[in-house]
């Protein structure tokens, strides 16, 4: 019996000791959304779900709360009291208590409650301008990787086209080789060609899966959510041009509705209001108070002794500042000088925002030529390499002379693609500039 308990012991000491699996547990599986967004979608979308922009909001409502709470400065504030003490000495013990209800109120303070209360509502104000410059800077990020993914989404199509083309040649060519009427060495060019195709394929498939992928970082999106972009019309291109007013008229409405210069202009009304506050330290200061409070002294008759030790009192306090060490005359030195550099600040943000829009719509006149341009070459080069094709599918040419057609092709191909939307880019930043609406 002995050696059977020692038994089950070793083997159950045994077990115990083993390693044990462990036992993970599984995390649910994320279930992927799915959304077809125009740009337009994807501002909306981001506008909603940006963190950043969530925060700057939270930001902009603390300011708003802080403004309404100041412009209750004006009114008394009341408080109530109540204490009860007890003490013991040798002669005894006692208890005594009070209780009382007080107010005071501001009545001249050199105006500084009334500028207090404007310059919470400047900053509120600004709070709103910095969310409206996050916007238009969110809404610049997001259109250029709209338009990089719509790029590359069109280069992939003509890509897959020219793959096709190109496994059909390959086909031929080993058909043609087969029965020897091309030599081996056109049919190896046909097949690198087709290698050489697949490749440029793939590549742009993950260049235009990257761009998504930095929208649906710009969105806030979950990265496992399938976002497919809807191609917009892109035919309207001359009109959008044709469109564009004069650069002096692009200034103008850049200066009007440019965030960053009127932060600017904020920031030198804070200034100014700075400074009248900061001479608010040489003015006097008026305040009324009034108090009503009565008290015991012992347990007995307590009733009898609030009503006996019942009193009011009303008063007025006045403050002269005569001397204050300087400190009143370094305060408004400093919010002078502080708003003089907000002055200097204004002058050069004024200049950026004209030099920036001038730069912006020089850009659109130099894309929309480069555009033009490219359109008339890919035009070309597109007539030439069919015809070259048909020729090769007759034997009128050899591998070699498609293959080099159809290389200059896909060149002048992707660099009108390109150039078209390099054009939308430009084009619409300039839009952003002058504060008009962003749509495709």
Do not use: W
Not at 29 to 47: G, I, V, W
Not at 57 to 80: D, F, G, I
Not at 238 to 259: G, H
């Amino acid at each position: 019996m002995k050696i059977l308990l020692k038994s089950l012991f070793l083997t159950a000491l045994a077990l115990l000791m083993m390693p044990q699996p462990v036992i993970a547990q599984e995390a649910e599986p994320h279930e992927s959304k799915n959304y077809q967004f125009t740009l337009e979608d994807c501002l909306r979308f981001a506008f909603a779900n940006s963190y950043d922009r969530k925060s700057m909001e939270l930001s902009a409502e603390a300011q708003q709360v802080t403004y309404e709470q100041s412009k209750q400065s004006r009114l008394p504030s009341v408080n109530a009291s109540a204490s009860e003490t007890y003490s013991n000495n040798k002669n005894g013990s006692n208890y005594s208590g009070n209780v009382g209800v007080g107010a005071s109120v501001v009545i001249y303070q050199g105006g500084n409650i009334n500028k207090s209360i404007k310059q919470n509502r400047l900053n509120m104000e600004r709070s709103e301008m910095q969310l409206q410059q996050y916007d238009n800077q969110l809404s610049v990020q997001i259109l250029q990787a709209f338009l990089s993914a719509l790029s590359n989404n069109e280069l992939l199509e003509y890509q897959e086209v020219m793959l096709n083309s190109s496994r059909a040649q390959m086909k031929q060519g080993q058909e043609r080789y087969k029965v020897g009427s091309i030599l081996e060495s056109d049919m190896l060019l046909l097949e690198a060609q087709y290698i050489s195709d697949s490749t440029n394929v793939i590549e742009t498939r993950i260049s235009r899966d990257n761009s998504i992928m930095s929208l649906k970082v710009l969105l806030s999106m979950d990265p496992l959510d399938n976002l497919q972009i809807i191609q917009p019309n892109t035919d309207n291109l001359d009109d959008m041009t044709a469109s564009l007013p004069s650069e002096e008229a692009a200034i103008d409405m850049a200066l009007k509705a440019y965030p960053s210069l009127k932060l600017s202009q904020y920031d030198i009304l804070l200034a100014e209001n700075n400074i009248s506050m900061a001479k608010t330290g040489y003015m006097p200061s008026l305040n009324a108070n009034a108090n009503v409070g009565t008290g015991h002294t012992d347990f007995d008759n307590v009733g009898q002794q609030f009503d006996d030790r019942f009193n009011q009192s009303i008063g007025i306090s006045l403050s002269i500042p005569i001397y204050s060490r300087g400190q009143n005359r370094a305060n408004v030195k400093r919010s002078k000088i502080a708003l003089e550099q907000a002055q200097l600040d204004y002058e050069q943000t004024q200049l950026d925002v004209r030099q920036t829009v001038s730069l912006a719509y020089r850009n659109v006149i130099s894309s929309y030529n480069t555009f033009k341009a490219s359109e008339m070459k890919e035009n070309a080069y597109s007539k030439s390499y069919n015809a070259y094709e048909v020729q090769f599918n007759y034997g009128k040419i050899t591998a070699v002379e498609l293959l080099q057609q159809q290389n200059n092709y896909l060149n002048v191909l992707n660099t009108f693609i390109r150039n078209k939307y390099t054009l939308l880019l430009q084009r619409k930043i300039l839009d952003v500039y002058m504060g008009n609406e962003i749509t495709l």
